[in-house]
C-alpha cells in the first residue's frame, strides 16, 4: 500500500442542477489529520458524506484502502456535529452501538466501550441519558462511539461546531492528546486512524491538522494544501503560541478571502 | 463529580424553560387539589336542598346511593361487565392502532392506501356507528361493546403512531446508516423507541374517547354495565344513584391515565427531563 487510505480522483456531485464540486482531487495518507477549510455551504459536508458512501458521487470515485466507495463500512467511522447520540439510550449503549452494529463478539464489545469510555473521560457518566450530560459530554460520547470500531478513516463533520468556545477548545486538546501515539489501539500498531476533519475556523484547522485543504467557493476545488509545519505532540495553546501560527492563519484568511471577494 | 453531574443537570434543563415554562409539580400542589374538590362539594351539599330533588340531589345522598349499590352488588357486576369490555377494546385498539400506524407511517403505498378510509372513518362521529356495530355482531355479548370501544380508541393510536414513525429525526437516521444498521436494527434502535412517545400520547387521548364508547355502547346495544345503570336511575328519577356510575367512569379514566403515564416512566425514561 502507498499509505493513502483515501485517494480521491475527479469527484463531482450535483444537487439538480446545481455543481456541488466537479473534477475534486484529495488524497489522505495513514495517520494523518487532514483539515478541510471553507466556508458553510461550499460543499465540504457533501465530500466529507461521499467519502462515507452516505451520499452517492455523480462521477469520478473515492478509494479508501483502494476500494472504491459505495456504501458505509465498518473501518470508517464518523463523528457528527449533531452529536447524533439516541436519546433513549444511556451513554454507554451509545458508545456500544457503533462496534455492536459491526457484529463483534460480547467479550471485545465490552473491553472496547471501557477502554474508550476512558480514553474521552467518560468514566462515570456511563450511565447517564445524554439529555442528563452537557456539549462536551455528548460530543464525547460521540467520538467514543467512533472510536471503539478502531477504524482506519475516522471522519468529523465539524464535531465541535455547535459547542460553546470553551468547550470547543477543551475538546481540541483532547483529540489531540487522543491522537498522540499508542492511545488508540489499531492492528497493533497503536497509529491513530486517518482523521479527515471539516471546520470552518482556521484556527482549529490549524491546531489539529497536518495539512489544511482550502477549498473554493462552490463549485468547490481545492484552492491550496498547505502543510502545518507545527511539531507534535501539540495543544491549542502551544500551537497558537507558535511563530508559525500567525503566518498560517493570514494564508488561510487570505485565501478564503480571495475568493468571496472575487 | 456531582459538581459536574450538577453543571450537567442544569445545563439539560435550559433548553425547556422558554419564556413560557410548564408547571413544575411542587408538594402543595396536592394540597390546592384537594382543597379545591373539598370546596366544591361542600358548596353544592348546602345549595343542594334549595333545588328539586329530582335534578340535583347533595353528595352526601349521593354517598348513600354509593354504598346501597355497593351493597346490593349492582355496582361491581356492572363495572366488571363494563371494565372487560373498556380493556379489550382498547388493548384490540392499541394492537390495530400501533400496527396501522407503523405501516402507514413507513410505507408510501399503505399510507396512500389507507388514508382516505382513515380520514373517512374518523371524521365521521363515532356515535353515528354504534347502530351498525350492533347490527355487525348481533347485539349479542361482549363483541359488539369490545368493537364499540375499539373503534373509539383505534384512531388517535394510528395517527399519533404514525407521526411519531414519520417524524423520526434524520440526522439519528443518517447515525444508524453510517454505522452500518440492519432494517431491524433501525426498528429497534431508532424508529420505534422515537415513536414511543408518540404512541403513549395516542394512547393517552383514546382513553377518554374509549370510555365514551363504552358508555354510549351500553346505552344502545347492551344495555348493561354502568352505562345501563345511568339509565336505568334516570329512568326512574333516582338522580342519587344515576351520579354514582358517572362518578366511577370518571374515576376510570383518572386511573387508566395514571396508568399510561405509569407506564411512560417504565418504558420511556428518556423523557423524565420533560416532566
Same mark, same amino acid.
Request: aromatic share 14%; glycine share 8%.
Given at each position: 500500500m502507498s499509505g493513502e487510505r483515501i485517494v480521491v480522483e475527479a469527484a463531482k456531485k450535483h444537487y439538480g442542477a446545481i455543481p &456541488?464540486?466537479?473534477?475534486l482531487d484529495l488524497a489522505v495518507r495513514d495517520g494523518e489529520t487532514v483539515c478541510i477549510l471553507g466556508p #458553510?455551504?461550499?460543499g465540504k459536508t457533501t465530500l466529507l458524506r461521499t467519502m462515507h458512501g452516505l451520499v452517492q458521487l455523480d462521477g469520478g470515485r473515492i478509494l479508501v484502502d483502494g476500494t472504491a466507495v459505495t456504501g458505509p463500512r465498518r473501518n470508517v467511522a464518523m463523528v457528527f456535529q449533531h452529536f447524533g447520540?439516541? %436519546?433513549?439510550?444511556?451513554a454507554r449503549d451509545n458508545v456500544a452501538y457503533g462496534v455492536e452494529l459491526a457484529g463483534l463478539p460480547q467479550r471485545t464489545i465490552a473491553e472496547r466501550v471501557d477502554r474508550y469510555i476512558a480514553l474521552v473521560g467518560l468514566r462515570g457518566f456511563e450511565?447517564? *441519558? %445524554? *439529555?442528563?450530560? #452537557?456539549g462536551g459530554m455528548q460530543q464525547r460520547v460521540g467520538l467514543a462511539r467512533a472510536l471503539a470500531l478502531e477504524p482506519n478513516v475516522l471522519l468529523m463533520?465539524? %464535531?465541535?461546531?455547535?459547542?460553546d468556545a470553551l468547550t470547543r477548545e477543551v475538546l481540541q486538546d483532547e483529540l489531540l492528546r487522543i491522537y498522540q501515539r499508542g492511545h488508540i489501539e489499531r492492528d497493533g500498531r497503536g497509529t491513530p486512524p486517518a482523521m479527515v476533519f471539516i471546520t470552518h475556523s482556521i484556527e482549529e484547522s490549524i491546531a489539529l491538522g497536518d495539512r489544511i485543504v482550502v477549498l473554493s467557493e462552490? %463549485?468547490?476545488? &481545492?484552492?491550496e494544501i498547505l502543510s502545518v509545519d507545527i511539531p507534535r505532540p501539540r495543544t491549542v495553546a502551544s500551537v497558537i503560541a507558535h511563530p508559525r501560527f500567525v503566518e498560517l492563519r493570514d494564508r488561510c484568511w487570505r485565501l478564503l478571502r480571495e475568493r468571496a471577494a472575487a | 463529580m456531582t459538581v459536574r453531574k450538577a453543571q450537567a443537570q442544569v445545563q439539560a434543563q435550559a433548553? /425547556? /424553560?422558554?419564556?413560557r415554562r410548564a408547571f413544575r409539580p411542587r408538594g402543595g400542589d396536592w394540597g390546592v387539589r384537594l382543597g379545591a374538590i373539598a370546596i366544591l362539594l361542600l358548596v353544592w351539599e348546602f345549595l343542594?336542598?334549595?333545588?328539586?330533588p329530582l335534578i340535583i340531589r347533595p353528595p352526601s345522598a349521593i354517598a348513600r346511593a354509593f354504598v346501597e349499590l355497593v351493597e346490593n352488588g349492582e355496582l361491581q357486576t356492572a363495572l366488571v361487565i363494563s371494565l372487560r369490555a373498556f380493556s379489550a377494546g382498547l388493548a384490540i385498539a392499541v394492537v390495530i392502532g400501533v400496527l396501522l400506524g407503523i405501516v402507514t407511517g413507513r410505507w408510501r403505498f399503505a399510507y396512500n392506501a389507507l388514508d382516505p378510509l382513515v380520514s373517512a372513518l374518523y371524521s365521521v362521529? /363515532?356515535?353515528?356507528l354504534i347502530p351498525l356495530i350492533g347490527f355487525i355482531f348481533k347485539f349479542q355479548g361482549d363483541a359488539p361493546r369490545v368493537a364499540a370501544v375499539a373503534l373509539f380508541c383505534v384512531f388517535p393510536v394510528l395517527i399519533n403512531t404514525q407521526q411519531g414513525v414519520r417524524n423520526v429525526d434524520r440526522g439519528l437516521l443518517e447515525v444508524a446508516h453510517a454505522f452500518n444498521t440492519s432494517e431491524r436494527r433501525l426498528w429497534t434502535d431508532v424508529i420505534i423507541p422515537s415513536s414511543l412517545p408518540f404512541m403513549l400520547a395516542g394512547i393517552r387521548l383514546s382513553i377518554g374517547r374509549g370510555l365514551i364508547g363504552m358508555i354510549v355502547a351500553e346505552f344502545?346495544?347492551?344495555?348493561?354495565g354502568l352505562g345501563y345503570l345511568i339509565i336505568q336511575y334516570g329512568n326512574v328519577f333516582r338522580i342519587d344513584r344515576m351520579f354514582v356510575p358517572v362518578i366511577v367512569v370518571a374515576a376510570l379514566g383518572i386511573v387508566f391515565m395514571g396508568l399510561v403515564q405509569w407506564l411512560e416512566g417504565r418504558v420511556a425514561p428518556w423523557l423524565r427531563r420533560e416532566q
Open positions: &456541488v464540486f466537479e473534477a #458553510s455551504g461550499c447520540l439516541m %436519546p433513549w439510550k444511556r450511565r447517564h *441519558y %445524554p *439529555y442528563q450530560l #452537557s463533520d465539524e %464535531p465541535f461546531g455547535s459547542l462552490r %463549485p468547490a476545488h &481545492v484552492r | 433548553p /425547556s /424553560s422558554p419564556r343542594a336542598p334549595g333545588w328539586n362521529p /363515532s356515535v353515528a344502545f346495544i347492551g344495555l348493561v
